[in-house]
């Protein structure tokens, strides 16, 4: 029995993982669309809708921004931006950075680029002016 | 250790394993079902009937409860007025009617292939469950596709440049899930060809909104869906502007079985909701209490909707809804004459060569009528009169003694569009442009064709002359519901003697104008 105990242990944490490995983190559009609206169009704004549309870009051109991880014309790093510290600074000011807190960064990230790739310009939803 | 006893371990660990492992499945999955373990489901489909049939493999009777309702006939019987209302049946003054359009029209029905009159209304298949139950958000039903998406890459409208890509129908059917404010609103954000065109409280701005522009649907707070109002019970869903109801009784109950409507605001919050508490912050009536104004404002609650005070203006959202719609304008050339767009400085269409001028607004203050929920419209056949002011298309019943109106907060949309001045009668021209037929106003910018093809598919009578006539048509306002520090304030009805003459109700007959009660100077 000694040596079985650890391999059914393995055996019940296998059974018990399986679920989370098949549901691997996909990024989440409707929770990228929150912060896309509410956090970064709080600052980037354009002509003529307000907002930058997400169809403003194609995805290859949204992935080449994210992916360069360049921030004010290049300047800064985009990353922080999908912080936890970012959302801190602006929780006070910032409803969706305050709800979002404790969301891990990289998932924040992904949920913004599934949004981005849904709704760019050859997305399979463009979004326009809302 | 026997091997008997070995066995049993064995045994009960596997079961421990087992349950565990179930207990954290059902929990994962706590959220919905996961359709991407379904064997019926791991296909690549070729197109949306393919999928409907899957689902009723198991979903063996949803197809059924859907072809019952409104959503799938497009026509339902209105018992108060008798007449066959619906996007089926009715003429208004926005696309104006379906007839000859149907490829247009129907990529907002719940189903495929209604591409004209000869359309299969028995065929199970042809129920678009994805529509409704896409989670992806990746599904859509584009316009002159007749109510299919995309199967294959395809430039559309053919010699247009836009290449409208193809949905992966494997992976929506494997996601499908509960309805949400993006799946309903791809239809009802952009009824009358585009975002908040028709309603004024309903656009695109729904899909993820703050509190300032709806305490409950903000998508940080309380997050309502559009079915936790909206009730559904056999694909039946509840609240309609067909059949509202805008006063009762008492209040309906959430959940009651037929003929209640839970989605009206009483449902949850009764009908006297102020409280002493909700009086708080609400500056002193001289001679009444915290109470006494509790009650008085309860007492508003007799003659007014809920949606006065508390939606204070329409498309706050940032998109612009449509206040007019002029089709005789339609049919002015480029300088290269060519079909041409005009758009304001918000880069949204004021005129369009197809479609004619556009007034849009927003944060726009409602009219207020009185209303008791009954809606009789202008069908087509009836008789129209051109004169000076707006026909209308639909007229809302209700007094202001009739002991069943309230006022309600409307929005007052108004068109000038083509009818028949031998007939008088109001027409549906055929605008849609399948590239074959020639008579679509579109193509041909030929009103008398146009209007000769649509009403030969709606089987109406045409003189052969089309002339135009100003008309108006009423939407109640109920959506875009406003914080309650933001709700109207008494000063915005009354004057500071009390009277209604000036403030918001100054139009709305059967009230008393002159003094009430003195407000706080």
Known sequence: MKMQKPLLLALAAITLAAPLAAGAYEGNWKRGDIYYRMVCSDCHKSQPCGPIAPNSRTRAEWMSYLEADKHAKGKEALKPYFGKAFRASIAGKNKAAAKFADVPDAELQADVEALLMRSAKDGDAPTGCR | ?521
């Not at chain 2, 003054?93 to 907002?108: H, L, R």
């Not at chain 2, 952009?190 to 908040?196: A, I």
């Not at chain 2, 309380?222 to 936790?228: H, Q």
Request: proline share 7%; hydrophobic share 35%; charged share 20%.
């Open chain 2, 1 to 521: 250790m026997s091997k008997v006893q070995g066995l049993r371990n064995l045994a009960g660990w596997l079961f421990l394993a087992m349950i565990g492992g179930i207990f954290f499945s059902v929990g994962a999955l706590a959220a919905g079902v996961n359709h991407a373990k379904f064997g019926v489901l791991k296909q690549d489909f070729k197109s949306g009937p393919e999928v409907t049939r899957a689902c009723l493999t198991c979903h063996d009777e949803a197809a059924g409860e859907v072809m019952k309702t409104p959503h799938w006939t497009l026509s339902q019987l209105n018992p108060s007025t008798g007449q066959m209302v619906g996007k089926k049946t009715l003429v208004n003054n926005f696309c104006i009617g379906i007839a000859s359009n149907y490829p247009d029209c129907t990529s907002c029905h719940v189903g495929y292939g209604f591409k004209d009159k000869t359309f299969d209304f028995t065929k199970e298949e042809n129920v678009d469950c994805l529509a409704c139950h896409d989670t992806t958000g990746t599904y859509r039903k584009p316009s002159g596709l007749a109510g299919h998406p995309v199967y294959q890459e395809m430039e559309f409208p053919p010699g247009s440049g836009e290449i409208l890509r193809p949905v992966d129908l494997r992976k929506v059917a494997q996601n499908v899930g509960k309805t949400s404010r993006y799946t309903c609103g791809a239809c009802h954000y952009y009824g009358g060809h585009g975002n908040g065109v028709k309603h004024g409280d309903l656009d695109a701005s729904l899909e993820a909104p703050d509190r300032e522009l709806d305490v409950h649907m903000d998508a940080l707070g309380l997050d309502f869906s559009c079915s936790t109002c909206h009730k559904a019970a056999g694909h039946k869903i509840a609240g309609s502007r067909f059949q509202m109801n805008v006063k009762r009784p008492g209040p309906p109950v959430r959940g009651m079985p037929e003929d209640s409507n839970p989605a009206s605001c009483e449902s949850c919050h009764g009908a006297a909701p102020h409280s002493v508490d909700t009086m708080a912050k609400i500056k002193p009536i001289p001679g009444f209490t915290k109470a006494g104004m509790a009650a008085v404002v309860n007492q508003h609650n007799n003659k007014l909707a809920c949606q006065t005070c508390h939606i204070p203006a329409m498309a706050r959202g940032g998109v612009p809804t449509k206040m007019l719609w002029d089709w005789s304008a339609a049919g002015k050339m480029g300088p290269d004459g060519k079909p041409t767009i005009e758009k304001d400085a918000k880069g949204h269409t004021v005129y369009d060569s197809k479609r004619g001028t556009f007034v849009l607004a927003e944060n726009v203050v409602p009219e207020y009528v009185w209303f008791n929920g009954e809606v009789k419209y202008t069908l087509l056949g009836d008789k129209v009169k051109k004169g000076e002011g707006h026909f209308p298309i639909n007229r809302f019943g209700g007094s202001p003694n009739d002991g069943k109106s309230r006022i309600w907060p409307v929005k007052f949309y108004r068109g000038v569009q083509p009818y028949d001045p031998v007939n008088q009668t109001l027409v549906i021209p055929n605008t849609y442009d399948d590239g074959s037929s020639g008579s679509s106003y579109f193509a041909s910018f030929n009103w008398e064709k146009a209007v000769a093809a649509g009403m030969a598919d709606a089987g109406a009578p045409f003189s052969g002359k089309v002339d135009f006539i100003k008309t108006e048509m009423l939407w109640p306002i109920t959506h875009m519901v406003a914080p309650k520090e933001k709700a109207l304030a008494c000063n915005e009805c009354h004057s500071r003697n009390g009277s209604l003459a000036e403030g918001r109700m100054k139009k709305v007959p059967g009230l008393k104008k002159g003094p009430l009660f003195k407000l706080n100077p």
